[in-house]
């Protein structure tokens, strides 16, 4: 699933549930106010990382205490730099919920 050209987002983006989905891209996504949620999927090792990369690349993400929420399912963990950005935006108070 690509989502585009989608740039700001003003609540979550929810994908919950679906246990088919294995990947999002987000790449064009420069704003997200309040989470970011696809527990219960399928999301390939690249996805996992891919979403954490985007959403550090957005500076205050996570400041207000915003969620990330990619786990259960069979999602991957995230993996080298996925990990290095999940410690990032738990760093600036973020939620962060992976397998």
Do not use: E, H, W
Request: proline letters at 3%; charged letters at 10%; aromatic letters at 6%.
């Amino acid at each position: 699933m690509t989502l585009s050209p989608l740039q700001s987002v003003g609540d979550y983006m929810d994908f919950q549930d679906c246990s088919s989905l294995t990947t999002i891209t987000i790449s064009g996504l420069t704003s997200l106010v309040a989470g970011f949620r696809a527990a219960g999927c399928a999301l390939s090792g690249a996805t996992v990382n891919a979403i954490l990369a985007r959403l550090v690349s957005m500076p205050t993400y996570g400041n207000a205490g915003q969620d990330v929420d990619l786990s259960g399912g069979t999602s991957a963990a995230p993996s080298g730099q996925g990990l290095v950005d999940k410690a990032t935006l738990i760093g600036r108070g973020a939620f962060v919920t992976t397998n």
